[in-house]
């Protein structure tokens, strides 16, 4: 029988999970179960990057993602559920990983920068800037082929697929290059209209919630501000109750006839949420019903932590093997030779040329006649900076095209930077 692949994602323990993390995440890891072999975290590091002054919450938060998660349906008879800080080898590697991770990788993810501006100055921590290293951790650690996440992460699959390939080229293959899976509704919006359901912002609808909260959150939803009366033509698009019936209401026609007699100011504001309110209180029923089962059985919910969390190390004890071994961090007594570098050869110019069209680098970088080295021409934007921010841009694009490159592209790279890096003042 063929060895199955292999899933890592998680979610951090800051609270009750919301329908924005089913359709965005866990609908798909439901769904999965069977094909792949799951490991889900439970990602309590990451949740101390930002909630260290309370730790109650994590610790209250934990148990709450485990039931939630047994709720929808994941099956810790099939698959894994991890505790991350139970697992010491996820610091390791995150540790090791942070010595080959660039620093302009993480000035420049989007998803770490939207984040960042949301935290005061004051309150930034070492740790929260560098949460993406230990993502990159988690998720190589177990070998993970797929990632199943919502659109806020596909920047730190990116990294994660980089610093794979970053590691493998220095030390030789020990990592797969993971695929990301974006869930049905890649970024669900808040009741209140806002771009994305989130805890912070107050706008959820959570999956514990029972039928009467969903009647009144449903009731409070912001829907089309232009409309005054029932018998005014309403909008539906961008209108969040009508993008909640889209997702959750498995009678398409049925939300049709809804949209059309909204549009032509037919039916009420009203009745329109008293609908969503039955959908989503039918669509979460079997989920309240499983909820309840395990809250009688609270052994199990901790045993299915604890078994994951064991399958988990065994796995993490061979793979850090292998990564001590290839960085020949092993054994510092017996003499280890150095791998020889591999016999790859340079890429041809056209090769090279084509990987930099497909990255948008082509016009800034250059493949000399011989086909080898690739030259750098002018940085993407650095017109008209600050001599630093100038040096800053062309690095972290020196970066990009480096990865894009065969070794031999890439040995000739360094050196033609270190003659520049000597001529410059
Ligand atoms: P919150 O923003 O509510 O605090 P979070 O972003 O901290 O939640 P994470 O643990 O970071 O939660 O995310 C868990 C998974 O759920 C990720 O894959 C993320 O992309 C997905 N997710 C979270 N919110 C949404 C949403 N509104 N729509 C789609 N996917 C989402
Ligand atoms: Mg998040």
Not at 85 to 107: D, K, N, R
Request: net charge negative; proline share 6%; with cysteine.
């Amino acid at each position: 029988m063929e060895k199955k692949k292999r899933i890592l994602t998680g979610i951090r323990p800051t609270g009750p999970l919301h329908l924005g993390h089913y359709t965005g995440a866990l609908e798909n890891w439901v769904r999965l179960q069977d094909e792949y072999d799951c490991f889900f975290l439970i990602a309590d590091y990451q949740a101390l990057t930002d909630h260290i002054d309370d730790i109650d919450r994590i610790r209250s938060a934990v148990i709450e993602v485990t039931l939630d998660w047994l709720a929808v349906g994941l099956d810790p008879g099939r698959s894994a559920f991890v505790v991350q800080s139970h697992v010491p080898e996820f610091a390791e590697l995150t540790m090791l990983l942070s010595m080959i991770t660039p620093l302009a990788y993480l000035q420049r993810n989007p998803t770490l920068k939207a984040e960042m501006d949301r935290i005061e100055a004051t309150e930034l921590s070492v740790g929260f800037y560098t949460y993406p290293v230990s993502q990159i951790a988690d998720i190589l650690l177990p070998k993970a082929d797929l990632v199943p996440v919502g659109d806020d992460q596909l920047p730190h699959i990116e990294l994660t697929r980089e610093i794979a390939r970053r590691f493998n080229r220095t030390y030789g293959q020990v990592f797969p290059e993971p695929e990301a899976l974006v869930g049905r509704v890649p970024r669900l919006v808040g009741t209140d209209g806002q771009a994305k359901m989130s805890k912070s912002l107050d706008n959820c609808i959570y999956l514990g919630d029972s039928a009467e909260t969903v009647e009144q959150r449903v009731a409070g939803m912001y829907t089309d501000p232009t409309r005054l009366r029932s018998t005014d033509p309403g909008h539906v698009e961008g209108n969040p109750v009508f993008m909640y019936l889209d997702v959750f209401n498995p009678d398409a026609a049925e939300v049709e006839e809804l949209k059309d007699r909204y549009r032509a100011g037919r039916v009420g504001d009203v009745e329109v949420k008293q609908r969503l309110a039955r959908v989503l209180n039918d669509f979460m029923e079997p989920m309240r019903q499983r909820r309840r089962h395990y809250e009688q059985r609270m052994d199990e919910v901790k045993e299915a932590l604890q078994e994951g969390t064991q399958r988990v190390k065994e796995v993490a004890a061979a793979t850090m093997d292998e990564v001590r071994s290839a960085m020949r961090i092993d054994s510092y007594t017996q003499s280890v030779p150095a791998s020889e570098p591999s016999e790859q050869a340079s890429l041809s110019r056209d090769e090279a040329l084509a990987r930099l069209a497909a990255a948008k680098l082509e016009p800034y970088w250059n493949v000399d006649e011989a086909g080898g080295p690739v030259l750098f021409r002018a940085a993407r934007g650095a017109k008209g900076r600050p001599p630093e921010q100038k040096d800053r841009a062309w690095r972290s694009e020196l970066i990009e095209a480096l990865e894009l490159m065969s070794e031999a592209n890439v040995a000739a790279v360094r050196r033609e930077v270190r003659r520049r890096v000597a001529r410059s003042p």
